[in-house]
């Protein structure tokens, strides 16, 4: 036998051919396939809002399917692929009557690199106008990095995976120890996600004694704006529970306002100010709208509710609200 029939049979090759195979699918080889929508399946764990693909559609109509969908074989039945990224190119596809679909196809390891790689890719997705959805992809990877038992500053690590500052990171955390009806009323533009912050801070059950009293500002045409969702949470530790305690008290205060004044224009701004506060109104924050969301904690614009009931005028200055 030959020396190089002694290495063919030896332990040594396979383990040289197994590396050289592993390689090669690691390395940046692009494996195109047209696949059938039939023989694709959705990664479980992708928790993507699939609803409104209308931008995908539009784009399908004047360009074609221009953006192949990302798959792997790993852990499926001879013959299946599972998506790790273009779930939403999928059904808009299907949508526009698409039955094949040209797919890269990647290798993976474990189920734990799949999971990671869908993250990922889902973390690419522009998403800036819409706050929670970075809310919701923070938490899944925190409970990716937990189960890998992560060493390190987890806030950090996710800041770098969704593309924002550990400040920005550390308010989506937050932001999830808030009840699931707030996240509707910030869904609904009746309130700014930097508003209702402070309520992570509080038991589920004072949260929701705060949503009531929240619930009741709009049913009076207050608009929620940061300074009067700040004071409501102030008086709220003050041990005021309810909407009528907490602008009896905030009315108490507008009116002490005029005692503090030195002149007679001091005592219209603060009078005006203060009762600007109780309407939701607030002179450094036009009450029709919220800033942007951003790195700096700011708020999309945020809808107006519709007055619901008559104009009430102070009984002391005179003043509508």
């Not at 409970?143 to 996710?158: C, D, M, P, R, W």
Request: hydrophobic share 30%; net charge negative.
């Amino acid at each position: 036998m030959s020396k190089a029939d002694k290495f063919a049979k030896a332990k040594s090759a396979s383990t040289f051919e197994k590396v050289g195979r592993t390689s090669a699918e690691k390395a940046n080889v692009v494996v195109l396939k047209n696949i059938a929508d039939r023989d694709l399946v959705d990664y479980p764990k992708n928790n993507e809002d699939l609803s409104n693909t209308h931008d995908l559609e539009y784009s399908i109509e004047k360009l074609g399917f221009t953006d192949p969908i990302e798959v792997t074989g790993f852990g499926q039945p001879e013959g299946k692929f599972m998506i790790v990224s273009g779930h939403r190119r999928r059904v808009a596809g299907r949508n526009k009557g698409i039955e094949f679909f040209p797919s890269i196809v990647k290798s993976f390891d474990s189920e734990e690199e799949v999971h990671n790689y869908v993250l990922m890719a889902n973390s690419q997705r522009d998403t800036a106008k819409d706050p929670l959805l970075f809310c919701k992809r923070y938490k899944m990877h925190e409970e990716y990095l937990k189960s890998t038992n992560f060493e390190g500053s987890i806030v950090a690590e996710i800041a770098e995976r969704l593309g924002v500052s550990k400040q920005q990171a550390e308010r989506y955390s937050q932001m999830n120890r808030v009840i699931a009806p707030v996240w509707d009323m910030v869904r609904d533009d009746l309130v700014g996600m930097s508003s209702v912050l402070p309520l992570a801070t509080f038991s589920e059950l004072e949260q929701a004694e705060i949503l009531t009293i929240l619930n009741d500002c709009i049913a009076n045409d207050r608009t929620l704006t940061r300074p009067l969702v700040k004071d409501i949470v102030d008086s709220f530790k003050e041990g005021k529970r309810t909407y009528d305690e907490i602008f009896s008290s905030l009315e108490s205060e507008a009116e002490n306002l005029d005692d503090k004044a030195t002149s007679s224009k001091g005592i219209g701004t603060n009078r005006e100010e203060g009762h600007e506060r109780m309407k939701g109104n607030d002179s450094s924050e036009p009450s029709t709208r919220e800033k942007n969301h951003s790195e700096d904690g700011q708020d999309k614009p945020r809808k107006t509710p519709t007055r619901k009931d008559e104009d009430k005028t102070c009984p002391s200055c005179g003043y509508s609200y």
